[in-house]
């Protein structure tokens, strides 16, 4: 065998460690190329939050995050939240780990969010600032041709893939919070 071709293999057995090692999903994900409305459920999360921008302080969330939840034995799950105007990273509790008593910390909080309703974009692609602010874009847009829904929250992304998957094979939502007009 080439040493391309295992190369290739190699990559690929990892692209797949995102999405088929059986994390436990909060919830749906939104296909790609679609614009729906629909409720995300209620959660409990675990929350980090840094000064400055999310995607250059995105590797340092992500490492509060994984230090805490290995610390705490707490299983992984999908998807991943990216709050982009806070600054902030947030992973779901799920399955029996919501039964256990989890502590704050100096960086990590748990938190209990709301059900909300949502306008949401699934897309592929690398999680890079240029791929959400494009599809925040459409979403904004959505939300201009369809007035009878109002934002109801900041703008936050969803990412559903590991580190080791191909930037292109990666699949993210954008979330707005909505409510209708009344």
Same mark, same amino acid.
Request: glycine letters at 8%.
């Given at each position: 065998?080439?040493?391309?071709?295992?190369?290739?293999?190699i990559?690929?057995?990892?692209?797949?460690?995102?999405?088929?090692?059986g994390?436990?999903?909060?919830?749906?994900?939104?296909?790609?190329?679609?614009? %729906? /409305? #629909?409720?995300?459920?209620?959660?409990? &999360?675990?929350?980090?939050? $840094?000064?400055?921008?999310?995607? @250059?302080?995105?590797?340092?969330?992500?490492?509060?995050?994984?230090?805490?939840?290995?610390?705490n034995?707490?299983?992984?799950?999908?998807?991943v939240?990216?709050e982009?105007?806070?600054?902030?990273?947030?992973?779901?509790?799920?399955g029996?780990?919501?039964?256990?008593?989890?502590?704050?910390?100096?960086?990590?909080? %748990? /938190? #209990?969010?709301?059900?909300?309703?949502? &306008?949401?974009?699934?897309? $592929?692609?690398?999680?890079?600032? @240029?791929?959400?602010?494009?599809?925040?874009?459409?979403?904004?847009?959505?939300m201009?041709?369809?007035?009878?829904?109002?934002?109801?929250?900041?703008?936050?992304?969803?990412?559903?893939?590991?580190?080791?998957?191909?930037?292109?094979?990666?699949?993210?939502?954008?979330?707005?919070?909505?409510?209708?007009?009344?």
């Amino acid at each position: 065998m080439r040493p391309t071709t295992i190369l290739l293999a190699i990559y690929a057995v990892f692209a797949m460690a995102g999405t088929s090692f059986g994390y436990e999903q909060a919830f749906e994900k939104t296909p790609v190329g679609e614009i %729906v /409305v #629909r409720t995300v459920p209620a959660a409990t &999360v675990l929350l980090t939050n $840094r000064q400055g921008d999310y995607f @250059k302080e995105s590797n340092r969330l992500f490492m509060s995050l994984f230090r805490y939840i290995d610390g705490n034995k707490i299983a992984m799950t999908v998807p991943v939240i990216g709050e982009l105007s806070s600054c902030g990273m947030s992973f779901f509790v799920l399955g029996k780990d919501l039964e256990r008593y989890l502590p704050d910390n100096p960086e990590v909080r %748990v /938190v #209990r969010i709301p059900e909300r309703e949502v &306008v949401s974009y699934g897309c $592929r692609g690398a999680y890079t600032e @240029k791929n959400v602010t494009k599809a925040r874009a459409r979403l904004e847009q959505y939300m201009l041709d369809h007035p009878d829904y109002l934002p109801a929250g900041d703008t936050y992304a969803v990412f559903w893939n590991g580190p080791f998957t191909l930037g292109f094979l990666k699949r993210f939502e954008v979330h707005i919070p909505v409510k209708k007009r009344e």
